[in-house]
């Protein structure tokens, strides 16, 4: 049986296109629920088509088996691929979440219907302000940049190194934790000494309450640093995403 190079190109534009839906499923910020599946589906075929020139010389055995088991490798890799770029904007939201923490704003968390959580006031605010600044900061172009060059070192007939990912997912544990300290850091130890100034003059003056009149204290104390902090947000949010285009690269050998 002979195949021409239009058959070629369409399953290795099917297969392009499964593993940019896996990514896209996982990675943000295309994995909220402001995009519609559909509008998903039509980026994941567009990355495909857009990467077509390089994919002709990845088709596998055009063999039934084959290409059942290039698919599901596809699925992996992209999900792979998404999961490392969103551990690490993670790190934006589990910044916020630590400053609700401190901040006495945990208690008014609430259902998030977007991402299908309970999510908390500051949590929700880091995660919008960054979706917002990776859009505004052309960031996001970087990411499927970043994620296109991944058909390169990550060709249709290979195979993600479980080694690599292994490596690179504990790198990315760490970096994750490591940028929420970061962020949230200098806040979290502000209202740590507000919280022992307020248990020493409770100590020394009981009859003030000041446990009473610490919460609108400590309000306004996580209201005035989040909106000083917030000038550093942008290259906070730059940071990140070149991290995670790196840690894409890396994950592909390139």
């Given amino acids: ?49 857009a990467v077509s020139p390089v994919l002709a010389g990845q088709v596998p055995p055009l063999e039934p088996g084959a290409l059942l088991v290039s698919a599901a490798e596809q699925v992996v890799v992209g999900a792979a691929l998404g999961f490392l770029t969103a551990l690490l904007f993670a790190a934006v939201q589990a910044a916020g979440n630590m400053i609700d923490l401190l901040g006495g704003f945990s208690m008014a968390s609430a259902f998030d219907p977007l991402s299908g959580a309970s999510t908390s006031v500051f949590g929700r605010f880091y995660n919008l302000l960054a979706v917002t600044l990776l859009f505004a900061s052309q960031g996001h172009q970087l990411i499927l940049h970043g994620f296109a060059r991944s058909y390169r070192s990550l060709p249709l007939e290979g195979t993600l190194s479980l080694e690599t990912l292994q490596a690179l997912l504990t790198s990315g544990l760490t970096q994750m934790f490591l940028a929420a300290l970061q962020i949230a850091g200098p806040l979290i130890a502000v209202l740590f000494l507000a919280d022992v100034g307020l248990g020493l003059l409770n100590r020394v003056a009981p009859a003030l309450n000041a446990f009473s009149i610490g919460f609108p204290i400590k309000i306004l104390v996580t209201i005035g640093l989040v909106g000083l902090a917030l000038a550093g947000m942008p290259g906070i949010v730059g940071g990140i995403v070149e991290r995670a285009v790196e840690a894409v690269m890396r994950a592909g050998g390139g």
């Fill in 1 to 49: 049986m002979t195949w021409d190079l239009s058959s070629n190109m369409l399953i290795a534009v099917l297969l392009a296109s499964v593993r940019a839906a896996a990514w896209l499923v996982i990675c943000p910020p295309f994995n909220t629920k402001w995009i519609p599946v559909q509008i998903k589906v039509l980026l994941a075929v567009a990355i495909a088509l």
